[in-house]
T-cell receptor, first 115, second 115 residues
């Protein structure tokens, strides 16, 4: 099973709302990632969790708050977003983040629209 | 820093035509190289990879060879199908100062195959 699942598939939220994105994998991967992808652009890395600890934060605004409750789950909590945060949010996982170049497996993404 | 340059396209081909999408990289050392594909409305899928010089990655009729001398990893397919229409991303693994590995993507190449 090489599947990463993400929910919801689509999300529309106002600038004052609080919402969460969810990502799940059951491949035994110990590294999980959040990416943001704008139209016609490559994904941009936001956060990396390694063994359930935040290892990389790419200077993401605090209105995005990641959480890794266990090795299979990754959440992204959203609060007070701006319209420019509208994008496709992708989750990915890999066996590890260092020591060897393990490929990352991506989920289908959550299409977020901020109104 | 490490970077990936790929032809931006768009590339439009007729079915059964030969495909080449050029990708060159700049990196210290010899990073692992990847091609990811993104079908419309979906997340990224790993298409193929190569981890050392002269390695050839292949999958679904696509091939790419890791060329150290020319720092290239060009994607090829002998006979494209309409179902190959997608955006293709070339990527490498960059190791940061903390030892964590991050994907560095090219800008993507949109391929459209007409019947």
């Amino acid at each position: 099973d090489t599947e990463v699942t993400q929910t919801p598939k689509h999300l529309v939220m106002g600038m004052t709302n609080k919402k969460s994105l969810k990502c799940e994998q059951h491949m035994g991967h110990r590294a999980m990632y959040w990416y943001k992808q704008k139209a016609k652009k490559p994904p941009e890395l936001m956060f990396v969790y390694s063994y359930e600890k935040l290892s990389i934060n790419e200077s993401v605004p605090s209105r995005f708050s990641p959480e890794c409750p266990n090795s299979s789950l990754l959440n992204l909590h959203l609060h007070a977003l701006q319209p420019e945060d509208s994008a496709l949010y992708l989750c990915a996982s890999s066996f590890r983040t260092s020591g060897s170049s393990y490929e990352q497996y991506f989920g289908p993404g959550t299409r977020l629209t901020v109104t | 820093g490490d970077s990936v340059t790929q032809m931006e396209g768009p590339v439009t081909l007729s079915e059964e035509a030969f495909l080449t999408i050029n990708c060159t990289y700049t990196a210290t050392g010899y990073p692992s190289l990847f091609w990811y594909v993104q079908y419309p409305g979906e997340g990224l899928q790993l298409l193929l990879k190569a981890t050392k010089a002269d390695d050839k990655g292949s999958n679904k009729g696509f091939e790419a060879t890791y060329r150290k001398e020319t720092t290239s990893f060009h994607l090829e397919k002998g006979s494209v199908q309409v179902s190959d229409s997608a955006v293709y991303f070339c990527a490498l693994i960059h190791v940061d100062q903390g030892g964590s590995e991050k994907l560095v993507f090219g800008k993507g190449t949109k391929l459209t195959v007409n019947p």
